[in-house]
């Protein structure tokens, strides 16, 4: 008795047109008390029309320029989908013979049709105000509505023009919320989008990082780099990946691979000179070193490592006077690059302080020596 009572009173307030929130409000406390409830389809139809005058009603204040929150209009929109693919739920169950006739299918699913551009719209509106929760709900819900049974007649599959541009959406809101579990969600789709696609390698590479998934983060970058080797995001952080696990192998395997795409590019003939640096191949790093300098001689880096791979090799032999000549010869050539290195970052004197100290001292150059001695003393 209860219950046809409220029934009866949202259907007179439907009927009205005043109370409108009243009996969308006793409907969703119906389905919400009583687990029974939520197999009665009068209920959901009648908490739709609550929903659907309202939002005909506002929408009738934003056509006429009165003021009005054009987010509910939106809101209002989902909340009509929302309804009707939980009554489809109920509609299309099995009865007891185990046979699908659903009632109001084909009436809610073209009905439906007519709004769900405004999923689209909305989702855009919400996005701008960096709402960004909202917006991933409206963008995946007006991609629920390609695949889902309800919508099957529909056919957005072959008519819509738009569903991976707005999984892109959809996937960028859920990256800008660090949501991987969301990002994962409309990826596939998103992938078609083919002017972003690379940006959605990227938030799929970021999703798994999110998740702790080393094996598909790297896998996820690799597969950036070699479709999009241009692309800024994907070799760096590879770099970064490849060098915080000390996989210098394969940081060395990805330097060659991105210098066969440009070999005049200095950020990568610089990851080379590193890796090659970290692994002590030190002629190999002076010639990449050289090659850097050749194309740009203000990268500060290139000095350092060209300098300290020569003077590395030969720090244990400086007491060996069987080699004075072939030490002379290795800090003749490491002298320039560590004196440039100095004028180019003058502040980093931790670094080019004592290899300059050694240079000087082996070559007999008083004036540099006392100079460089006196900084080091100030220290």
Avoid at 113 to 123: E, T, V
Avoid at 124 to 141: G, P, Q, R
Avoid at 278 to 302: F, G, N
Wanted: hydrophobic content about 35%.
């Amino acid at each position: 008795m209860a219950q046809k009572k409220e029934i009866s009173q949202a259907r007179s307030y439907i009927k009205s047109g005043n109370s409108l929130d009243r009996a969308e409000k006793l409907m969703k406390e119906l389905l919400e008390k009583n687990p029974e409830n939520k197999q009665n389809t009068k209920i959901y139809l009648l908490w739709y029309q609550a929903v659907k005058k309202q939002y005909e009603a506002g929408n009738e204040k934003l056509y006429l320029k009165q003021k009005y929150d054009t987010a509910i209009i939106y809101s209002q929109t989902k909340k009509m989908f929302d309804i009707l693919i939980a009554l489809d739920s109920v509609d299309a169950a099995p009865n007891k013979k185990g046979k699908v006739s659903p009632k109001f299918r084909k009436k809610h699913s073209e009905e439906l049709s007519i709004y769900r551009p405004n999923l689209y719209y909305g989702g855009s509106f919400f996005m701008k105000k960096k709402d960004y929760k909202s917006a991933f709900e409206l963008f995946d819900l007006y991609l629920t509505t390609i695949d889902h049974p309800m919508f099957e007649r529909m056919k957005y599959y072959d008519s819509d023009t738009i569903m991976s541009r707005v999984a892109y959406l959809a996937t960028y809101c859920a990256y800008a919320m660090n949501d991987a579990e969301r990002i994962l969600k409309r990826s596939s789709l998103a992938l078609g989008d083919t002017a972003n696609a690379r940006y959605v390698i990227q938030y799929l590479a970021e999703a798994y990082k999110l998740l702790g998934d080393e094996r598909k983060y790297e896998e996820t970058l690799n597969m950036g780099f070699d479709k999009y080797p241009d692309f800024n995001y994907f070799f760096p952080h590879l770099m970064d990946f490849y060098n915080s696990k000390e996989m210098l192998t394969e940081a060395l395997a990805l330097t060659e691979k991105a210098l066969k795409f440009d070999d005049k590019n200095i950020l990568y003939l610089y990851a080379k000179s590193s890796t090659l640096f970290a692994m002590e191949r030190y002629t190999d790093c002076i010639k990449t070193c050289d090659k850097i300098i050749s194309i740009c001689d203000t990268i500060a880096p290139a000095y350092y490592h060209a300098g300290m791979s020569y003077l590395i090799p030969v720090q244990y032999m400086e007491q060996d006077k069987e080699n004075k000549s072939y030490l002379k010869s290795v800090y003749e050539k490491a002298l320039p690059y560590m004196e440039k290195y100095r004028k180019l970052v003058p502040k980093e004197q931790k670094k080019w302080a004592m290899p300059l100290y050694r240079i000087y001292l082996n070559l007999n150059m008083g004036k540099e020596f006392e100079e460089i001695d006196r900084l080091l003393n100030k220290r």
